[in-house]
């Protein structure tokens, strides 16, 4: 089978049996509404929501979120502009206290416990955005030893 056959994309006939056996999912998209019901993943399955990072938007469902691990770059961020996560503390399924960061997991402080989805939802930072260009200005202007 090709890629699209292996891939099924939302509005597909087969993406709820897809999701079922999904080990990870990426929800990349401008969705105003949850793209997939939450209850089809696995107890193992990672998502990644990368898409609709609005306070009142979201990709992914309240019921997910609520028995999920939840991780997001900044609490802060994700409690101002992740509809995801707002929407979800606000239907009282998610705790704010039970957000954990990236920089929790990369330290050792934390850990994502077997048994329950992992979710991931990053909104992209202002300070990412700055690195990025930073990178390109530095490339563009060209330094010793760097090509253009």
């Given at each position: 089978?090709?890629?699209?056959?292996?891939?099924?994309?939302?509005?597909?006939?087969?993406?709820?049996?897809?999701?079922?056996?999904?080990?990870?999912?990426?929800?990349?998209?401008?969705?105003?509404?949850?793209?997939?019901?939450?209850?089809?993943?696995?107890?193992?399955?990672?998502?990644?929501?990368?898409?609709?990072?609005?306070?009142?938007?979201?990709?992914?469902?309240?019921?997910?979120?609520?028995r999920a691990t939840v991780v997001v770059e900044s609490r802060e961020t994700a409690l101002r502009e992740?509809?995801?996560?707002?929407?979800?503390?606000?239907?009282?399924?998610?705790?704010?206290?039970?957000?954990?960061?990236?920089?929790?997991?990369?330290?050792?402080?934390?850990v994502a416990p077997a048994g329950r989805p992992l979710v991931v939802k990053t909104c992209g930072m202002?300070?990412?955005?700055?690195?990025?260009?930073?990178?390109?200005?530095?490339?563009?202007?060209?330094?010793?030893?760097?090509?253009?």
């Amino acid at each position: 089978p090709g890629w699209a056959d292996r891939h099924p994309a939302a509005g597909d006939r087969d993406v709820a049996a897809a999701v079922r056996r999904a080990q990870v999912v990426v929800t990349a998209t401008s969705a105003r509404e949850p793209v997939l019901d939450g209850q089809l993943l696995s107890d193992e399955a990672v998502v990644l929501a990368v898409g609709s990072h609005e306070p009142d938007v979201r990709e992914v469902d309240g019921a997910l979120m609520g028995r999920a691990t939840v991780v997001v770059e900044s609490r802060e961020t994700a409690l101002r502009e992740a509809g995801d996560v707002v929407l979800a503390i606000r239907e009282g399924a998610l705790a704010p206290d039970s957000l954990v960061t990236l920089a929790d997991l990369i330290d050792g402080g934390a850990v994502a416990p077997a048994g329950r989805p992992l979710v991931v939802k990053t909104c992209g930072m202002g300070w990412q955005d700055l690195v990025v260009a930073v990178a390109a200005h530095r490339r563009k202007e060209g330094t010793p030893g760097e090509r253009r």
